[in-house]
Every structure is written in C-alpha cells, then in structure tokens.
C-alpha cells in the first residue's frame, strides 16, 4: 500500500492517497495517520473500495481530481493487485505508481499476472521520459543487485546503482528516479535486452509479458 497525505495544513492531515491494497500495512497505516490527525478526505482505487477501509471517494481508469490546482489523473495499473492504480500529475511531471513500478524494479505478482504487470508498465512507459517516479518504498539498492546479476554489461545501471548506494550511504532517498532512468536500467523493462534474455534463458521467442514473469520468478528467488 502507498499512502500519502496530499494537503498539510497546520498539521492537520486533509486527504490520504491509496493506490492498492497492502493487506501487513493497511490497518495500522489507517489507525495510526488517523489520530491524532484529522483525516477529511480518503481517496482510492474503485477496485479496491471493499478492502480499503473507509474510502470516500473512489476513482477509475482514466478519471480526474482535483487538489490544490494540480490535476491528478488516475491509471489502472494492475498486477501486484488486481485494483493498483497509479496518479499521475501531467502539468507537474510526477507519477506515483505505489507498489507497480519501484526503482530497478517492479511489484510482486500477488494477484495480478505478468500480463497484467506488463500491460500497466507499457502504461507508464508511454509517458514522457522526463517523467519522475515517486513509488512506494525504498528498494533501490536491493534492487539494483539483483538487476547488476542479470545484465553486468549494462553501464547506464552501474553508474545508477553507484550513485544509489552512495546516497542511501548518506541517509538520503534515491526516490524519486526518472522515467528514462527506468527504461535504461530496470530489468523489468528491458525485454529487449539480449544480456538479461541470455542471463535467464528467456527465448528470443517470448513475448513481453512472458520475459517480465521470467524476471519476476527470477527475482523472487535471488
């Protein structure tokens, strides 16, 4: 689950932000944001309304919200959970993308498919490269260990996996990255990698989605 609140004011919290299910988080994210902060407004995917406790507004592929003049578009992004979405702000070239798309990485297929995970991620990929991601947890280093086993030739992925380290050496965040950044050094979308497809023996046959589930299995086990 990825929460955030999306209005500070005088330390009162106005609206939470949920972009799926996070079934170890959820409850104690919720008790914990709500008291002793005032919580005006929850709001989430349509698809998981009947998991997320106390949703208010409940948004779907392709619809709009307003906050603080900033327009939010919502992306179904399925494949960690069936009901993901991802809110992207056009006008200021940010995407938060929860638990589908992480830094060198992407979610667990917990309920979702490959195709599901591949289709969401072509998703985000359509936008502009300039793009920065925002997701939902801190993994980058990890990450990128398990990226540098499977594709060592890939200089753009050192050099990224480089300067990760050294910022999370300094207590600093690595997140946000860019979305060029991703597509030249996330395994996840690179099923045109050569490298990686021989590292795994993933076929010049295999599609897309397969190539992700080949990653993901391979992942899971490292």
């Known amino acids: 689950m990825n929460t955030s609140s999306l209005r500070v004011q005088q330390r009162c919290t106005k609206h939470i932000r949920c972009c799926s299910v ?3 988080q959820l ?38 919200w307003m906050f603080g003049g900033h327009e939010m578009h919502v992306l179904e992004t399925p494949g960690h959970t069936k009901g993901h979405v991802s809110f992207y702000f056009p006008e200021s070239g940010v995407i938060f993308t929860g638990d589908t798309l992480f830094s060198l990485s992407c979610g667990k297929l917990f ?12 998703k985000i990929a359509s936008l502009s490269d300039h793009v920065r991601i925002f997701c939902g947890h801190e993994y980058t280093v990890s990450n990128a260990k398990f990226a540098l086993s499977i594709e060592p030739g890939n200089d753009a992925l050192r050099s990224y996996a480089a ?48 190539f992700l589930g080949r990653v993901r299995k391979a992942k899971d086990k490292f």
């Not at 309920?111 to 599901?116: D, N, P, T, V």
């Not at 050094?185 to 497809?197: D, G, H, L, V």
């Not at 023996?201 to 295999?206: C, E, Q």
Request: hydrophobic share 35%; glycine share 6%; with cysteine.
């Open 22 to 24: 996070g079934r170890d």
């Open 27 to 64: 409850n104690a994210s919720i008790s914990t944001m709500a008291s002793p902060l005032q919580i005006e407004l929850v709001i989430g995917p349509l698809g998981e309304k009947e998991r997320i406790p106390g949703i208010d507004i409940a948004l779907r592929d392709g619809e709009k």
């Open 111 to 122: 309920e979702g498919s490959a195709e599901q995970m591949w289709s969401s991620l072509s």
């Open 163 to 210: 300067r990760a380290s050294e910022l999370r050496s300094k207590g600093l965040p690595t997140v946000p990255s860019t979305l060029a950044e991703e597509k030249s050094c996330n395994p996840f979308m690179r099923p045109f990698s050569a490298e990686i497809r021989k590292s795994l023996n993933v076929p010049d046959t295999a599609s897309e989605a397969e």
